[in-house]
């Protein structure tokens, strides 16, 4: 019998590749058009841009032995942008020796490549799902999907949630698993400027409604023209959650201004709010979490502590615990 994975992330991804080396039968769904899942990139007529994922760090030997795979099939290349910070004392350089990685030519590559010939159906928002104690039956808009051995869900927790509701009177740990809010909001907003801005390829911004500024152009692969992306911080994001996003692009060309110490003339703006980005930080870390009597496993970024790694590793710790 076949596992159907629910969602073409990072996580989903390194589930489906590690399960399909094992030599299972796997189909994949996702309701984007494309995997990738956060760690995607926006194709525009200038180029790449990324509004998502920034950029990720190996910190676990596990991941960065798979970077290093990556890397040597230009899957990703290292990014070595010139870091500054923006704190309570202005804007000052911040150099460090962490090694940065991207996806190549845009940030979805390594979830392509993990997918390679897996059986993937995009476009596909699973909707329904029914269990008769032996098999899961998946739905998209009134469509049986077909039955399945084992069910992995590699979504974000607040989905997961929506779809296992009927489940959880039998199950206190899922119930336990969507008692706390994991994810965590984030606006993002892209600005393309006439002139070069600042001689820095990105900042990390504290104490501020902005978390992070990167320019696209400095990353390998990217947009060549002056455009640069702004995080805006959970606390912000969430306060602004329901703004139109005429307000948000005001409010990040105030920001921007603030940061440069210049006025800003934006060219074109484009704005992406991610409901579910980051970890909440109170949110406990489980890694994966698989439970026999339902045939079902769940891994994703919110289990794990956040970030591209964590999610990679999620995905891998479920491949490694499914019962089959
Ligand atoms: P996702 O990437 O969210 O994948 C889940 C997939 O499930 C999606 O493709 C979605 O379309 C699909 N899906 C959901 N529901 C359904 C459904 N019902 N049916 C079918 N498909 C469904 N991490 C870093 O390490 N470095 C960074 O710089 C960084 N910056 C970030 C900036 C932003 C703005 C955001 C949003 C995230 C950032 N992250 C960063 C976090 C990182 O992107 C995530 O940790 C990681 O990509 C999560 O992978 P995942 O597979 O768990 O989930
Ligand atoms: P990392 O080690 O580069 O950064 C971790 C954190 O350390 C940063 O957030 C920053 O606060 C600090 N930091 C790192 N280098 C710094 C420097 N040179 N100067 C000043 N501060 C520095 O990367 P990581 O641990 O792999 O984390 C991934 C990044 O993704 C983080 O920056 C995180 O905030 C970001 N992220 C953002 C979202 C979102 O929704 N915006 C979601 C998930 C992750």
């Known amino acids: 019998m076949t596992i159907a994975i629910i969602g073409a992330g990072i996580a989903g991804a390194a589930c489906a590749a590690r399960l399909t080396r094992q030599g299972h039968q796997i189909v994949v769904f996702d309701k984007g058009r494309s995997a990738g899942g956060r760690m995607s990139s926006k194709r525009t007529e200038q180029g790449y841009l990324d509004l998502g994922a920034q950029y990720f760090t190996a910190r676990s030997e596990a991941f960065q032995a798979q970077c290093h795979q990556w890397l040597q099939a230009g899957t990703i290349s290292r990014w070595n942008g010139s870091l500054a910070v923006f704190d309570d004392s202005g804007l000052h350089p911040s150099p460090d020796d962490t090694e940065r990685y991207i996806g ?9 490549q993990l997918l390679g010939n897996i059986s993937l159906h995009c476009n596909c928002p699973v909707d329904q799902l029914q269990f008769d104690g032996n098999h ?6 009134g469509i049986a999907l077909g039955s399945f051995s084992q069910l992995v869900l590699a979504i974000p927790q607040q989905q997961a949630r929506q779809l296992l509701q009927p489940f959880l009177p039998q199950s206190p740990k899922l119930a336990t698993l969507f008692a706390a809010t994991a994810l965590l909001p984030c606006w993002a907003v892209n600005i393309q400027l006439e ?22 152009a ?13 995080h805006f911080s959970p606390a912000f994001s969430a306060q602004h959650l329901e703004a139109s996003i005429d307000v948000i692009v005001e409010q990040a060309v105030i920001a921007l201004q603030h940061i ?3 006025p800003i003339k934006a060219v074109t703006t ?12 109170q949110y406990p870390v489980s890694g994966a ?7 079902l496993g769940l891994a994703g970024d919110w289990l794990n502590g956040g970030r591209v790694e964590n999610a990679w590793l999620s995905g891998v710790q479920l491949a490694q615990e499914l019962v089959l």
Do not use: T
Request: net charge positive; charged share 15%; proline share 11%.
């Open 218 to 230: 400095a990353k390998p692969g990217r947009c060549r023209a002056e455009h640069w992306l702004l």
């Open 260 to 262: 440069s110490g210049q």
């Open 136 to 141: 899961w039956q998946l739905f998209s808009k």
């Open 270 to 281: 484009l704005c992406h709010r991610w409901r579910y980005a980051q970890q909440a930080p």
């Open 104 to 112: 190549q030519p845009a940030m979805q590559a390594p979830v392509v």
């Open 195 to 216: 002139q070069p801005l600042l001689p820095y390829d990105a900042i990390f911004v504290k104490n501020h409604p902005l978390s992070w500024l990167a320019r696209q």
């Open 289 to 295: 979490v698989y439970l026999p009597a339902l045939a």
